[in-house]
């Protein structure tokens, strides 16, 4: 089992930033890939970022590339997601995901576990 914590969620003014973390535990060793997803209401979940853990290799969707920079802390097990520029169609349900592997790191229904999500508010 994995456990992902997400924090750093809130309400912010629009050109703003935010940077999210996830803290993950347990059986850290056996996910390669972790993921940011968001959903917003009556929207499907949408993929946000990812990076590999080795390597740090990093992945973006066309909407945040540029704004958002998503890295992690090895020592630590956490991954961040550093948003700027934020806008109010940012405002989603923020998830962080892990999974085994590196392919297919787009797709929400190929990870393995999730957090409980954190907030984000962007007002305009």
């Known amino acids: 089992q994995v456990q992902l914590v997400e924090s750093g969620g809130g309400l912010v003014q629009a050109g703003g930033s935010l940077r999210l973390s996830c803290a993950a535990s347990?059986?850290?060793?056996?996910?390669?890939?972790m993921g940011w997803f968001r959903q917003a209401p009556g929207k499907e979940r949408e993929f946000v970022a990812a990076?590999?853990?080795?390597?740090?290799?990093?992945y973006y969707a066309d909407s945040v590339k540029g704004r958002f920079t998503i890295s992690r802390d090895n020592a630590k097990n956490t991954v961040y997601l550093q948003m700027n520029s934020l806008k109010p169609e940012d405002t989603a349900v923020y998830y962080c995901?892990?999974?085994?592997?590196?392919?297919?790191?787009?797709?929400?229904?190929?990870?393995?576990?999730w957090g409980q999500g954190t907030q984000v508010t962007v007002s305009s």
């Open positions: 995901a892990s999974k085994s592997g590196r392919s297919w790191y787009a797709v929400a229904a190929r990870y393995d576990y």
């Open positions: 347990g059986r850290t060793f056996t996910y390669d890939t």
């Open positions: 990076i590999t853990w080795s390597g740090g290799i990093t």
